[in-house]
T-cell receptor
Framework: QQQVKQSPQSLIVQKGGISIINCAYE??????FPWYQQFPGKGPALLIA?????SEKKEGRFTISFNKSAKQFSLHIMDSQPGDSATYFC????????????FGTGTRLQVTL | GAGVSQTPSNKVTEKGKYVELRCDPI?????LYWYRQSLGQGPEFLIY????????DSGLPNDRFFAVRPEGSVSTLKIQRTERGDSAVYLC????????????FGPGTRLTVL
């Protein structure tokens, strides 16, 4: 049972453009939503995370938008750079903790010159 | 300081063999997590430890999988009677305190079962 659905599977964006990745969840008990960035041969690294008491969180060029009623959240990468080319995973966990993360299937982002 | 380290980085074994995968967490981190990442998929939770005890092992797929953390630091994931379907990257992560702080991931061990 896939509890966190992520789209698109892959994304190509020109340098300077906006990359948008979407996730939807089913379990209303989820209340912590992080995004991870993974480069080939490396482990995932936390980019930014949000809890459902806010609708948006911004850190530098990265923004999470959260829609609790729709059970959806998205990652926006502004001014995308070739160095942002990586696989991005959304995730979710329950009870306000980050102990047991349920991950989406990933989005492979390529930023072209 | 050093991040999470995992050894070996690659492990090739034959079907039916026993394997051990090791994880060295960041010094001082009390929580340690194991995930499995199949090709083209997101990491899948296996088990996590708070200190020496397994706080949640609900993700272990069957009784062929077992993990220990005897001294509350290094952890070993043990897989008995390996099957081809066990082939994946096994990721370890640690955090200062479970459920409170960010999880830092290691580079993973790529397990291939022939």
């Amino acid at each position: 049972q896939q509890q966190v659905k992520q789209s698109p599977q892959s994304l190509i964006v020109q340098k300077g453009g906006i990359s948008i990745i979407n996730c939807a969840y089913e379990n209303t008990a989820f209340d912590y939503f992080p995004w991870y960035q993974q480069f080939p041969g490396k482990g995932p690294a936390l980019l930014i995370a949000i809890r459902p008491d806010v609708s948006e969180k911004k850190e530098g060029r990265f923004t999470i938008s959260f829609n609790k009623s729709a059970k959806q959240f998205s990652l926006h990468i502004m001014d995308s750079q070739p160095g942002d080319s990586a696989t991005y995973f959304c995730a979710a966990s329950m009870d306000g903790t980050a102990s047991k993360l349920t991950f989406g299937t990933g989005t492979r982002l390529q930023v072209t010159l | 300081g050093a991040g999470v380290s995992q050894t070996p980085s690659n492990k090739v074994t034959e079907k039916g063999k026993y394997v051990e995968l090791r994880c060295d967490p960041i010094s001082g981190h009390t929580a340690l997590y194991w995930y499995r990442q199949s090709l083209g998929q997101g990491p899948e939770f296996l088990i996590y430890f708070q200190g020496t005890g397994a706080a949640d092992d609900s993700g272990l797929p069957n009784d062929r999988f077992f993990a220990v953390r005897p001294e509350g630091s290094v952890s070993t994931l043990k897989i008995q009677r390996t099957e081809r379907g066990d082939s994946a990257v096994y990721l370890c992560a640690s955090s200062l305190i479970a459920g409170v702080n960010e999880q830092f991931f290691g580079p993973g061990t790529r397990l291939t079962v022939l």
